[in-house]
């Protein structure tokens, strides 16, 4: 079920082993349709995950903690830390959220003491919601062995359009968590990938699925059209 919490109860449910799906309102009536999803994200997952509604005018503390002003937000939290944040959500966002809130959820022991998940596969889902620094050394594990699609940034602190297009890249990396991992190559830093792919020039973004390089562009890209190509790279299949 959805809890209406306050204060006490959100810090609770915080504290707890589950992921939460949070709704903060400040004073807003959720429609009906996100309602709904909430009380079917409650109702699939209840083993999963908790799903909470906070009204932040009758609890500051939380109104303060995550910065809810006057409109709606939703929260994905797990392990202490925000790890998807949307304002003024849709019920697809909820549908989306508890999706990889469900992933993160502690496993079940099976009888011979085991867990049913690995945890390395719950680790890359906790990272994936914002760029990874990766290095000469890790790009091999990071990259080309990721389990999900990659898009690489190769930049440097000195170049005025990768200052441009990271913001950009932040917000997406919320945005296709679980979907995609964004990847941030430092080419001064790193100077064995950025030479071993011939980068140029900067930034230079390349994908990458199941390790194969599927695509490469040069220059910053504006938020749509970055998007599209994200969605591109989730729905490409990779003959056998």
Avoid at 96 to 105: E, H, Q, S
Avoid at 108 to 125: C, F, R
Avoid at 172 to 201: R, T, Y
Wanted: aromatic content about 6%; glycine content about 6%.
């Amino acid at each position: 079920m959805v809890i209406q919490a306050n204060d006490e109860q959100l810090e609770k449910a915080l504290q707890g082993d589950k992921p939460v799906l949070i709704w903060f309102s400040a004073g807003q009536t959720a429609g009906i349709d996100l309602r709904k999803a909430l009380e079917k994200a409650a109702a699939d997952f209840q083993r999963e995950l908790a799903v909470v509604m906070v009204d932040t005018n009758a609890c500051p503390m939380a109104k303060t903690r995550f910065d809810v002003e006057k409109h709606p937000v939703l929260v994905g939290w797990h392990n202490g830390e925000s790890i998807k944040r949307r304002a003024r959500p849709w019920a697809s966002d909820v549908v989306g959220f508890a999706d990889v809130l469900k992933t993160l959820a502690p496993a079940p022991a099976n009888p011979n003491g085991n867990v049913s998940k690995t945890e390395e596969s719950k680790k890359e889902l906790k990272v994936i919601n914002k760029p990874v620094h990766v290095t000469d050394a890790t790009f091999e594990q990071e990259v080309l062995q990721s389990e999900l699609p990659v898009l690489v940034d190769f930049w440097a602190a000195w170049c005025g359009p990768c200052r441009m297009v990271a913001p950009i890249l932040d917000k997406l990396a919320g945005e296709f968590a679980g979907k995609v991992k964004i990847a941030k190559v430092d080419v001064d830093a790193n100077p064995g990938v950025s030479g071993a792919f011939q980068i140029m020039s900067i930034p230079t973004l390349m994908f990458v699925k199941q390790g194969k390089i599927v695509g490469q562009a040069a220059g910053a890209a504006p938020e749509a059209a970055l998007r599209d190509a994200l969605n591109q790279l989730v729905n490409l299949q990779i003959p056998a």
